[in-house]
């Protein structure tokens, strides 16, 4: 179910965009099908988890003296000394979603774009304006549906002058790949505005969400979070 919009800053972003993120509460309802995050592996079959990336860093020729996998710099295996090709899918991998191969990804009707603008009244999702645009908040190689409840129509604006991503506010840990956003007190806005409507199921799920963040720190499933 989409809730609201994020701005997020786009400037730590390799295409200096800023970034509209969907706002989501159970973003599995749009297709997405998440699974444990797994970690790269090269050809050879070794796993490239952070660590062994580091040591795949000392072990370039001109270490110290190049740049970091951590800073952009190319991945070494340790174990072959190759520098292998990180695919789509295995980056989708490991952020812990279920990739959908490019060959089953299905483009979105006439139809069911008109059923979308029908159901903003031809109005970007986002602000009043026109929409001219049709995009899927969970996008395809995510598992993200054709179906309406995942299908966004934007205007110019929001369209060309965004990148596009998605955050489940079920899902706190979700929260750590936008940047500069705070999981905690957008959860307890949100859990108000839902008081307020008496939509009971989500505000209980919100007050469980918040009670545990207090006790605990959730756990990143986002292995390569800052090098994505």
Same mark, same amino acid.
């Given at each position: 179910?989409?809730?609201?919009?994020?701005?997020?800053?786009? =400037?730590?972003?390799?295409?200096?965009?800023?970034?509209?993120?969907?706002?989501?509460?159970?973003?599995?309802?749009?297709?997405?099908?998440?699974?444990? +995050?797994?970690?790269?592996?090269?050809?050879?079959?070794?796993?490239?988890?952070?660590?062994?990336?580091?040591?795949?860093? =000392?072990?370039?020729?001109?270490?110290?003296?190049?740049? &970091? #996998?951590?800073?952009?710099?190319?991945?070494?295996?340790?174990?072959?000394?190759?520098?292998?090709?990180?695919?789509?899918?295995?980056?989708?991998?490991?952020? *812990?979603?279920?990739?959908? +191969?490019?060959?089953?990804?299905? /483009?979105?009707?006439?139809?069911?774009?008109?059923?979308?603008?029908?159901?903003?009244?031809?109005?970007?999702?986002?602000?009043?304006?026109?929409? &001219?645009?049709?995009?899927?908040?969970? +996008?395809?190689?995510? *598992?993200?549906?054709?179906?309406?409840?995942?299908?966004?129509?934007?205007?110019?604006?929001?369209?060309?002058?965004?990148?596009?991503?998605?955050?489940?506010?079920?899902?706190?840990?979700? #929260?750590?790949?936008?940047? *500069?956003? =705070?999981?905690? +007190?957008?959860?307890?806005?949100?859990?108000?505005?839902?008081?307020?409507?008496?939509?009971?199921?989500?505000?209980?799920?919100?007050? %469980?969400?918040?009670?545990?963040? %207090?006790? %605990?720190?959730?756990?990143?499933?986002?292995?390569?979070?800052? /090098?994505?």
């Amino acid at each position: 179910m989409y809730v609201t919009a994020y701005f997020e800053d786009g =400037e730590h972003h390799h295409n200096r965009k800023p970034h509209l993120v969907f706002v989501l509460a159970n973003a599995e309802s749009h297709g997405i099908r998440r699974i444990e +995050p797994e970690p790269y592996t090269c050809e050879c079959g070794a796993e490239l988890t952070p660590e062994a990336l580091d040591a795949g860093d =000392e072990g370039k020729a001109s270490w110290p003296n190049c740049k &970091s #996998w951590r800073n952009g710099g190319q991945k070494r295996c340790p174990e072959c000394g190759e520098y292998p090709s990180i695919g789509r899918e295995q980056h989708i991998r490991a952020r *812990g979603y279920r990739p959908t +191969p490019k060959d089953e990804i299905k /483009q979105v009707t006439a139809r069911q774009r008109e059923d979308a603008m029908k159901k903003t009244d031809g109005q970007c999702l986002v602000c009043d304006e026109e929409a &001219s645009y049709v995009v899927r908040m969970v +996008p395809p190689r995510y *598992g993200g549906s054709r179906e309406l409840e995942n299908l966004a129509p934007l205007c110019d604006h929001h369209y060309e002058n965004y990148g596009h991503m998605f955050a489940d506010i079920l899902v706190p840990p979700e #929260w750590n790949k936008i940047h *500069g956003a =705070e999981w905690r +007190p957008l959860a307890t806005e949100l859990r108000d505005q839902f008081d307020e409507l008496g939509v009971d199921g989500i505000v209980e799920t919100l007050n %469980q969400l918040l009670a545990t963040d %207090q006790e %605990q720190e959730w756990d990143d499933p986002f292995l390569y979070l800052d /090098q994505q």
